[in-house]
């Protein structure tokens, strides 16, 4: 056998490296859908932590109501986006396929669905700015339409990026599941 610091085996050019067992690819799947998943997760928390300090300095009044806008009614729904991020997490220690699956389903639920309800929501005053240019919520001398419209579609596309890799995550999971019950 060769070592680091030794010659190579005799009889041998390297390349007989073909037989050794090599890791399954639903392993190496899960491993890198893993990952990308805990990215989005992490970026899905800025976004979420962004909102809440929003809505507490709007609540509590600290800045001015010129500066922080009231939230949209949409944004209290939204604070259980958190919850299918965190189901997300606890399946993947264990390969959970029952929390993987609440994570996706409470996604649409909790996520997905207040974020269309949002757009519906904030349309008309964007509408508003789009065509007469005048605005009436304001963060930090920014339309609070605009602001919140490019948070929007940036939660929207974590949040489909993290169904689509949680669904090929499930799948790999599950031809797991099924190569150990066929032995």
Same mark, same amino acid.
Do not use: C
């Given at each position: 056998?060769?070592? =680091?610091?030794?010659? =190579?085996?005799?009889?041998?050019?390297?390349?007989?490296?073909?037989?050794?067992?090599?890791?399954?690819?639903?392993?190496?799947?899960?491993v890198t859908l893993?990952?990308?998943?805990?990215?989005?997760?992490?970026?899905?928390? #800025?976004?979420?932590?962004?909102?809440?300090?929003?809505?507490?300095?709007?609540?509590? =009044?600290?800045?001015?109501?010129?500066?922080?806008?009231?939230p949209y009614q949409?944004?209290?729904?939204?604070? $259980?986006?958190?919850?299918?991020?965190?189901?997300?997490?606890?399946?993947?220690?264990?390969?959970?396929?029952?929390?993987?699956?609440?994570?996706?389903?409470?996604?649409?639920?909790?996520?997905?669905?207040p974020l269309i309800?949002?757009?519906?929501?904030?349309?008309?005053?964007?509408?508003?700015?789009? =065509?007469?240019?005048?605005?009436?919520?304001?963060?930090?001398?920014?339309?609070?339409?605009? #602001?919140?419209?490019?948070?929007?579609?940036?939660?929207?596309?974590?949040?489909?990026?993290?169904?689509?890799?949680?669904?090929? $995550?499930?799948?790999?999971?599950?031809?797991?599941?099924?190569?150990?019950?066929?032995?």
């Amino acid at each position: 056998m060769a070592s =680091r610091a030794g010659p =190579r085996a005799a009889g041998t050019d390297g390349s007989d490296f073909q037989h050794r067992e090599r890791v399954a690819m639903h392993y190496q799947m899960s491993v890198t859908l893993k990952y990308e998943i805990k990215k989005l997760i992490y970026v899905h928390l #800025v976004i979420w932590l962004l909102l809440v300090a929003k809505m507490s300095v709007g609540h509590l =009044r600290l800045l001015s109501h010129d500066q922080v806008a009231m939230p949209y009614q949409w944004e209290y729904p939204y604070l $259980l986006s958190i919850v299918p991020s965190l189901l997300g997490l606890l399946s993947f220690p264990r390969n959970n396929i029952s929390y993987l699956v609440l994570s996706m389903i409470s996604m649409g639920l909790f996520s997905i669905a207040p974020l269309i309800y949002g757009s519906m929501e904030m349309f008309p005053a964007a509408q508003q700015l789009y =065509r007469h240019g005048k605005a009436y919520r304001f963060l930090f001398g920014f339309s609070a339409v605009s #602001v919140m419209y490019l948070v929007l579609i940036l939660a929207v596309q974590v949040h489909a990026w993290q169904l689509y890799y949680s669904k090929k $995550l499930l799948d790999s999971w599950f031809t797991s599941t099924q190569e150990k019950k066929r032995k």
